[in-house]
């Protein structure tokens, strides 16, 4: 090759042969134990002695009467109760004084719409106002469902004004 460098091959060392494992040392005589052993006695089978599944078979069905006297003892008093009674009582008048808000009932014209209804349904133009009733007494509606309203009423015309001329749809309630 010109201008460059010449590789010439170098020769090659062969490996030592691997020597064989060592042999294992002469076997010596075991050591002699300070004390004589005992022999165990013989066993008739790999299965435990009959105390033991006795003992076993006690605590299973111990553990199994526990579980169904406890679960009976919880469900005692759901199964003693009276279905004809409710557990609460029904929202309504109370000592024979009325209460609008239970027993509101209104149909009339606001802003050029007719809304109807009592304090479970209401309907504006004919058509199904979805509302529900909070925990604390008060309702909203699925047209404004970010204030709540102290009645059915209120609720109503607060939809309205939020509708402006645009019609409620006849289908329920978007799922989401």
């Not at 060392?13 to 040392?25: K, L, Q, T």
């Not at 004589?36 to 078979?57: E, N």
């Amino acid at each position: 090759m010109a201008g460059g460098t010449k590789l010439e091959p170098r020769p090659v060392a062969a490996r030592p042969a691997e020597s064989p494992a060592p042999a294992p040392p002469p076997p010596s005589q075991p050591p002699q134990p300070s004390a004589p052993l005992t022999p165990l006695p013989p066993t008739r089978s790999s299965r435990p002695p009959r105390s033991s599944r006795t003992r076993r078979f006690f605590l299973r069905a111990a553990f199994a009467f526990g579980a169904i006297g406890g679960t009976a003892a919880a469900l005692t008093p759901i199964f003693r109760a009276d279905p004809r009674k409710s557990a609460a009582p029904a929202p309504g008048p109370v000592d024979g004084m009325t209460d609008e808000r239970f027993d509101e009932r209104f149909d009339e014209m606001y802003a050029g719409r007719r809304i109807q209804g009592t304090a479970s349904g209401v309907r504006i133009d004919g058509r199904p106002l979805h509302l529900m009733r909070r925990a604390d007494g008060t309702y909203v509606s699925v047209v404004n469902h970010f204030e709540s309203f102290p009645t059915a009423l209120a609720t109503a015309r607060a939809a309205v004004d939020d509708l402006g001329g645009t019609q409620l749809s006849l289908a329920g309630p978007a799922l989401h």
